[in-house]
């Protein structure tokens, strides 16, 4: 059974930073396509990076790509999202995503990823 566990959201004021974790069991990872999305009240979920868990390949939105860094643990099966330089902007719930045999690559659609944690709330306040 796959587990994907995120953690690290809170209240932060503007400027501060995160950094988000997501545990994940049940998977083999070697392929798999790794994705950070966020979605705020009254907005579409909106892929902000990827990384494929054996390539180590990324991609950032053009939204987030100067203030977020992702990265993996192979050994803790964890997988990390830093966000510096936090806005009001970027309060939203925050989900992990995974998705097999994406070979060496990842995506930022929500609509690539078969496997979802069930979200971290990350509020910035002004």
């Known amino acids: 059974q796959v587990q994907m566990v995120e953690s690290g959201g809170g209240l932060v004021q503007a400027g501060g930073s995160l950094r988000l974790s997501c545990t994940v069991s049940g998977l083999n990872f070697d392929g798999y396509a790794m994705g950070w999305f966020r979605q705020a009240p009254g907005k579409e979920r909106e892929g902000i990076s990827c990384i494929n868990w054996s390539a180590g390949k990324t991609m950032y939105s053009d939204s987030v790509k100067d203030r977020v860094t992702i990265s993996r643990d192979k050994d803790k099966n964890t997988l990390y999202l830093q966000i510096d330089s936090l806005e009001p902007e970027d309060t939203a719930m925050y989900y992990c995503?995974?998705?097999?045999?994406?070979?060496?690559?990842?995506?930022?659609?929500?609509?690539?990823?078969?496997?979802w944690g069930q979200g971290t709330q990350v509020t910035v306040s002004s």
């Open positions: 995503a995974a998705e097999p045999g994406s070979g060496t690559w990842c995506y930022l659609s929500q609509y690539e990823y078969k496997y």
